[in-house]
């Protein structure tokens, strides 16, 4: 019985040096100098036990190198978001379509104009005797020559021409509204490259940082001044962090080419844009853009010009119903005769006086009123909508301004000082670290929602360099 309590006893001291060696109370501060790595050299791992040797850097997933293509285009092409709108809409197709329809409808208006062409009549032929030739003479040949020439009514005339006019106007606020939207696409589609570019900034320093912190916890595992587990949870947030980066980088890569597409391929692969996120948005009072928003919005601008066109048609269908008239000239010669004859034609709408052409034209000027009235009032709501998007967008970027992010870097500083000094573990240090990185993720996304809100203001008022812009 004893012999078997000696043996109990000496197994039990053994269990507990062993566990005191491989799990040491106070971790060795990692030093003075930040989270570098230390000054000695680490022993070669193929000294190590293949159990207890730590993960190398190159084990981990490494971020996509950038491609070698983008060191060969040469020095970058500098852009601010003015010449970007006036490269886009110089290129784009849909504005360029649009800016053909313009010209479409001034030729409409030159074919309106128009004077009516007159209409020539030429008849020639033989003629036969039915008298004895001492009475008729010899046979001969006769023509005549007939010239008709329409008189237009001149009041279907102007609104015709009116009616043509007011479809140029229309087609300019179609050119203006495809140039304002695409204008309002270029801004935030920049801005967006503005805030992939910064995420993809800060995952580069959150890679960093942990790529740091992980040399020095696998140097102090090597050594064993750490448990391996430490070094197996570093491996997991520097694998998160690799590919947090590079899905940053590719969705940086993906919104500059839906950039360079709405510029129709012009905007060299190289270029740079010359703004930022914290760029000011400054615009007029807010009961000033109440009265400005719904009178020059392209939108309501066609809809009145169309409300014009139908307006004039419905003045071309009624002076229709007058009568038509034609002037005619007819010269005739045979043989023995010849006559100048001069009259005139003229059609009586006397069965049907266009009631169906008038009503159709006045149910459509209806429509067409209704439908601009509606417009009005929604333009108005999405002002109103974009101006509180707007104004929510500015109170959160004073927040994080105002000391929200200033307070996260000062606790990652503290939570970083504490982890050197071994009072907090690795857990604390990345909790704080992700909370700023949260932090500083929603104040960029902040800012972006600021510039979306102020490109859309300036959409809904045509506000674009118009003055770049040739019709």
């Known amino acids: 019985m004893q012999i078997l309590y000696s043996r109990y006893l000496l197994f039990s001291l053994l269990f507990l040096s062993v566990t005191v060696l491989a799990q040491p109370t106070v971790p060795l501060p990692i030093g003075a100098d930040g989270l570098q790595p230390p000054a000695l050299s680490s022993p070669p791992a193929r000294e190590l036990a293949p159990a207890t040797a730590p993960l190398r850097m190159n084990e981990l997933p490494q971020p996509r190198p950038p491609s070698p293509s983008a060191e060969s285009l040469g020095p970058t092409v500098p852009f601010t978001i003015e010449e970007l709108q006036r490269l886009g809409l110089q290129a784009n197709g849909l504005v360029l379509a649009a800016r053909s329809q313009v010209g479409m409808a001034k030729g409409g208006v030159v074919a309106a104009s128009a004077y009516l062409n007159p209409e020539v009549m030429f008849m020639i032929g033989p003629m036969d005797r039915r008298l004895p030739v001492q009475l008729t003479g010899p046979a001969n040949d006769q023509h005549s020559v007939t010239v008709i020439q329409p008189i237009e009514n001149p009041f279907m005339r102007s609104a015709r021409i009116g009616a043509s006019e007011a479809i140029v106007n229309a087609s300019r606020a179609s050119l203006d509204q495809v140039s304002a939207d695409l204008a309002a696409q270029l801004r935030v589609r920049a801005y967006e490259l503005l805030l992939r570019q910064e995420q993809a900034a ?76 914290k760029d000011p948005a400054n615009f007029p009072s807010l009961e000033e853009l109440r009265q400005q928003v719904p009178t020059i919005n392209p939108d309501v601008v066609r809809l009145e010009a169309e409300q014009e066109r139908a307006n004039k048609r419905i003045s071309q269908e009624r002076a229709s119903v007058l009568p038509s008239l034609n002037v ?91 982890y050197k000094f071994g009072e907090r573990g690795l857990i604390e240090f990345l909790d704080t670290q992700r909370i700023l990185r949260g932090i500083l993720g929603d104040s960029l996304l902040a800012r972006f929602d600021l510039q979306s809100a102020a490109a859309e203001i300036d959409r809904l008022r045509a506000h674009y360099p118009k003055e770049l812009i040739a019709e």
């Open 328 to 418: 005619l000239y007819t010269h005739y010669q045979d043989q023995q005769f010849s006559s100048n004859t001069a009259g005139m034609s003229v059609r009586v709408p006397i069965f049907y006086r266009r009631r169906g052409e008038i009503d159709t034209a006045i149910y459509d000027s209806a429509r067409i009123k209704e439908s601009l009235e509606y417009r009005r009032y929604e333009i108005a709501q999405l002002f109103e909508a974009a101006w509180q998007m707007l104004q929510i967008a500015q109170r959160r970027v004073d927040m994080f301004e105002g000391g929200l992010i200033k307070e996260a870097e000062n606790a990652v500083k503290v939570a970083e000082a504490a």
């Open 202 to 277: 800060m995952e580069q320093g959150i890679y960093d940082l942990l790529s740091n912190v992980r040399r020095r916890i696998a140097a102090n595992v090597e050594k064993g001044e750490l448990a391996r587990f430490e070094l197996i949870r570093a491996d997991t947030e520097m694998q998160s962090a690799a590919n947090r980066k590079e899905a940053a980088i590719l969705t940086a890569e993906r919104a500059k080419v839906f950039l360079m597409q709405l510029t129709a391929g012009t905007l060299p692969a190289n270029f740079q844009i010359i703004a930022s996120l």
